[in-house]
């Protein structure tokens, strides 16, 4: 199911994917500090934190869905959730991976049980639990709506989780994008923006797909079924 | 309410004369402690700053037992369908669990905190008054997601073990509020910053009772 929008898509994104690293790598000039491999590692930042904010709106787009589909019953919704659940689940973990090899130039260490980290791996662990519930369910309605209401219960739950760890003193720099006090030079805040929405097509691309596949994925397993009466 | 009731008492009345439940989790709750024991050889000092944890992980780990128990015996007999089918509101199914799940695992926390406090010799105070109210909290907590999470996991081939999958991140804010407000009273002096907490607790609870309560109408459709 190539369609041409698909291709036109691909197309987009490659070359912002291309003119994303020349930003990021060639354009915008190093940061000061102390040595070459903390200025290398810097770099992360600039895709660290969209995968964190895609994950989020991931997460949000699951929960939309998920109340959608109780409303609603619309097989669809069911398939959005999923594959929004799947791509959330992929944005962490890039945000766990990138975490750690920043940290590790920087903060010497590889993880610390600080807040915004431990929040973010419980976050994690929410939605891989609730795409396992998925895998240990027979596939019919009585799956769609158990996992809807886990999708529910899972975002309502993101900020109590957030909030909860708050009190702990975290080493996790600022939000530097809404904080008052740490602003971006231009040159960085043009290359983050543009890495964003480099990000978010890229959110968009992967949600078609993975949508467009579900559905290819019913239309075989209704033909099985139909063979199997025959 | 009489729909509620009526679950209540049965599982009640299941539980007082088989006390599988309870009893399990007391033994079990005593394993950890046990467990605990040797496995971290720490000092005296050290071992009171962490035991408000370890009791939460006895809670909690027991806690389970209950919740997978219940739903289960619910399945065994196909209760689960007639439960379903019967002609009262999801809610109060929900409201019935809840309660007996609750009140077995308050039973079984009152049972094993003689001996938490033996193990661990703690110093009775009036301030240690003040832990009725953040058990109950806690648990309360505990047993409103878990209630509604057990309900979930009951359908499918790994029950026991995707509970815990889906129920201990999403359960983790009342475990970090509860072993911090259990560790000012056992090892502090109650500020005023207590109450705040004390009351986010309650918030969380009536967030995820009410939110429970009115999902889970949609668990026992088929």
């Known amino acids: 199911m190539r369609s041409r929008i698909d291709k036109i898509l691909l197309t987009i994104l490659l070359i912002a994917f291309l003119v994303s690293l020349y930003l990021v790598f060639l354009w915008v000039p190093q940061i000061k500090a102390s040595n070459v491999s903390e200025q290398i590692a810097q770099k992360i930042f600039y895709y660290h934190v969209p995968s964190a904010w895609l994950g989020f709106l991931a997460f949000f787009i699951v929960f939309v869905a998920s109340v959608a589909y109780l409303w609603k019953r619309e097989r669809k919704y069911e398939l959005i959730s999923v594959a929004s659940a799947e791509i959330g689940v992929l944005f962490i973990t890039l945000v766990l991976i990138t975490g750690p090899i920043w940290a590790k130039p920087v903060w010497g260490i590889w993880w610390t049980w600080d807040a915004r980290l431990t929040s973010s791996l419980i976050l994690w662990l929410i939605y891989v639990a609730f795409l396992m519930l998925r895998r240990y369910l027979p596939d019919g309605s009585k799956r769609a709506n158990l996992s809807a209401v886990v999708g529910i219960l899972g975002f309502v739950d993101v900020p109590i989780v957030y909030y909860s760890i708050r009190w702990w003193e975290t080493q996790h720099p600022k939000a530097v994008m809404a904080s008052s006090e740490g602003s971006l030079a231009a040159p960085m805040f043009i290359a983050f923006m543009f890495t964003l929405a480099t990000f978010t097509l890229l959110y968009i691309f992967l949600m078609k797909k993975r949508y467009q596949l579900l559905v290819l994925e019913d239309q075989v397993n209704k033909q099985f079924k139909e063979m199997e009466l025959l | ?222």
């Not at chain 2, 009731?5 to 033994?27: G, T």
């Not at chain 2, 050290?46 to 027991?62: C, K, R, T, Y």
């Not at chain 2, 007639?82 to 002609?87: E, G, I, K, Q």
Request: glycine residues 6%.
């Open chain 2, 1 to 222: 309410m009489r729909a509620a009731l009526a679950i209540l008492k049965k599982d009640l009345q299941m539980e007082f004369r088989s006390k599988e439940s309870i009893l399990a989790m007391w033994i079990f709750s005593l394993l950890i402690f046990v467990i605990f024991n040797f496995t971290f050889e720490v000092s005296r000092l050290v071992m009171l700053e962490i035991a408000p944890g370890l009791l939460w992980v006895a809670f909690i780990f027991s806690g389970m037992f209950g919740l997978n128990h219940s739903f289960a015996i619910e399945k065994e007999n196909g209760n689960l369908r007639s439960m379903a089918l019967m002609p009262v509101d999801g809610g109060q199914i929900y409201i019935g669990k809840f309660l007996s799940v609750t009140s077995i695992m308050l039973m079984f926390e009152i049972l094993i905190f003689p001996i938490f406090v033996i193990f661990y010799d703690l110093q009775l105070s009036l301030q240690m008054l003040m832990l009725i109210p953040v058990i109950l909290a806690g648990t309360i907590g505990f047993t409103s997601l878990g209630t509604i999470l057990s309900a979930v996991s009951v359908h499918t081939r790994n029950q026991q073990i995707l509970l815990s999958l889906l129920l201990w991140p999403l359960v983790s804010p009342i475990v970090i509020w509860s072993v911090n407000l259990t560790g000012v009273i056992i090892n502090g002096e109650i500020t005023a910053s207590f109450y705040p907490l004390l009351i986010r607790v309650v918030a969380f609870d009536v967030i995820f009772f009410t939110l429970a309560y009115m999902l889970f109408d949609f668990i026992l459709e088929d």
